[in-house]
């Protein structure tokens, strides 16, 4: 799946990243570590501010659902026993989407894959890379990387997140499932993703190494 | 929690400094605005992202068919939504702060309350049916003037955008796809242009307050340093019929009637500049739009 990513494209965060994937633009800010709110002040990790905001209108509880499935993600790839004490801000701005607003799969999928970007601007310590894929099921036929079109006439669609060890798709990290399916689909579509992932982390690699060479041009 | 920028004493006098000798350290003229870059989407209607130097934003314009309110049956609703998220800067934050608030209300004022969107042309079936038109402005790079930049962009993208084409049968309306029907700009009544001037005093603050000698200078489209330093500012929105929408200005540095006519005076070149900017920018775009779409091919009238 081919995508576009420009990274460090905000001044005022410690990283960002601007991704387009498929027909859907985001962009993502990091802060952190920073001095938290008392509240949100853990004692022996870091916390996590997710802010999700719509292309249209005010944030709804669709948006909070989407900050909620992201950081349950993100909590388990940040080390965050490396930042006691303090607090990762994260802010995630749709610009362009592409599905009915009762579909999240394509917003996920590009919010999941630009905050691995902006995590890695903002030198914020990973256990290991990550990378989602969003595909669809229609009459028994696999969709990857669905419109908002296909989407919407589709039995069932997936969106799949996979850390990647040594450029190897490892564990799932998160799988969000909507629609009607049925076992065997279910585990065809896991092994197919596989592949969609790892093709993904080699561009993702791609960019990085690009974004590193520019960083450090002049040593 | 917002973080407040720290500016420490050195570069604050850096600064002044050189403002006292006449340059900005971004070597732009006091009365310039910074480079302006535009991208208007060249896919949908009513979506543009404007910089000017750092600050960036995205606007996005939509309308949907509601029922309008029901002491205004003709009129359709127009609503702009302007947050600033810690994207932006970690100035803003969840809560709204009163600056915030400002820059909203400024734009909404400049746009909304101006008439510059006609509202009557909204109307479908009066007291039933209207478009409700909505702009979301979505801040990302925040490096001072958010309120000129966040009114020009609005304006652009009321401009880019245009609402797909309606039929009415009777009681019941069809909105047509885009792909069905060539969709219809809105009516724009005037194009207004919030400037922002900074002012800084130089000298003492009481041969100021007195009015011996005004010698204060005066900076347009401040950047965030400059934004932080400045002793006072005044928002006026002009358009191009050199006729004045609003004059905002909140306290801090007084300054002589004189030295305000001669700044509104001033300000209609950059005035005339901009919503030349804005039509060109449209009309460029219009072309463009007709070529790689083939519009030509669907034209129904024969060539004279």
Redesign the interface.
Known sequence: MAFQVQMS?????DG?AELIIGNTKV?A?V?GP????QRQELPNQASLEI?I?P????STTREKLLEDKLRALLQSIIIRYKYPRQLI?I?V?F??TDEDPKFTANELNAAINCCYFALIDADIALYSSFASVVSCITENKLIQNPTGKELSQSDSHHVVCFNIQEGKADKILLLESQGEFVQEELFNLLSESVSNAEELHTLQRKYLKEKIDQDYIWK | ?S?SIEISENQRKFLLESLKHGFRLTDRPFDHVRDISLYL?PT?YG?V?VSWG?T?L?C?V?ATVTTPYEDRPFEGIFTI?S?I??????RFD?SRSNEEILIARIIEKAVRRSNSLDLESLCIIAGEKVWEI?V?L?Y????GNFIDVGCFAVMLALHHFKKPDISINGNSIVVHDINERQPVPLSILHIPICLTYSFYNLTDKESNIKGEDADEICLLDADLLEELNRDGSLVITLNKNRELIQLSKNGGLPISAQQFLELTFKSMKTIDQLTDLIKTKIKEHEELRYKTENFKLLEASADR
Do not use: C, F, H, W
């Open positions: 494209v905000l001044d005022n965060s960002s962009i800010s802060s920073i001095e938290p709110k802010i905001r292309a249209k209108g005010l801000s802010v701005q610009l362009v | 929690m973080r989407s949908e979506y992202e750092k960036k995205a996005r939509t939504n947050e998220s810690t994207m932006a800067s970690m969840t909505t979301d979505n990302l790079n925040y490096d």
